[in-house]
């Protein structure tokens, strides 16, 4: 099935740091908008960051601001999120996707994507 697919999650204490990854099974992600979004327990899933294809712009919650870091890699079919002093309240599965609008400005609105990855678990704890 066509997906992306993430990786990189794992245990951390508060102001420790983890990169997530984010690569393509069946498909080449530089063609796309790439979306990082999170869902805590009995949360909304919600947008974090996204980076365009084309020229790389970026968008972040206010939540990241300052703390996160989206890239991406397109001769490597890969894309990434920098967490950088993470805090308990950033636990949660984190979701990589795609835009389905060609085109446009990446946007961190969850309507855009239609095609997601499975997740992967970022637990913040002390």
């Known amino acids: 099935q066509v997906k992306p697919v993430e990786s990189g999650g794992g245990l951390v204490q508060p102001g420790e740091s983890l990169r997530l990854s984010c690569t393509s099974s069946?498909?080449?992600?530089?063609?796309?908008?790439i979306g990082w979004f999170r869902q805590a327990p009995g949360k909304e899933r919600e947008g974090v960051s996204c980076?365009?294809?084309?020229?790389?712009?970026?968008d972040y919650a206010d939540f990241v601001k300052g703390r996160f870091t989206v890239s991406r890699d397109d001769a490597n079919n890969m894309a990434y999120l920098q967490m950088n002093s993470l805090e308990p309240d950033d636990t949660a599965v984190y979701y990589c996707?795609?835009?389905?609008?060609?085109?446009?400005?990446?946007?961190?609105?969850?309507?855009?994507?239609?095609?997601w990855g499975q997740g992967t678990q970022v637990t913040v704890s002390s």
């Open positions: 980076i365009s294809n084309g020229d790389g712009g970026t």
């Open positions: 996707a795609t835009d389905f609008r060609p085109m446009e400005d990446c946007s961190i609105q969850r309507r855009f994507y239609d095609s």
């Open positions: 069946g498909f080449t992600l530089s063609t796309y908008n």
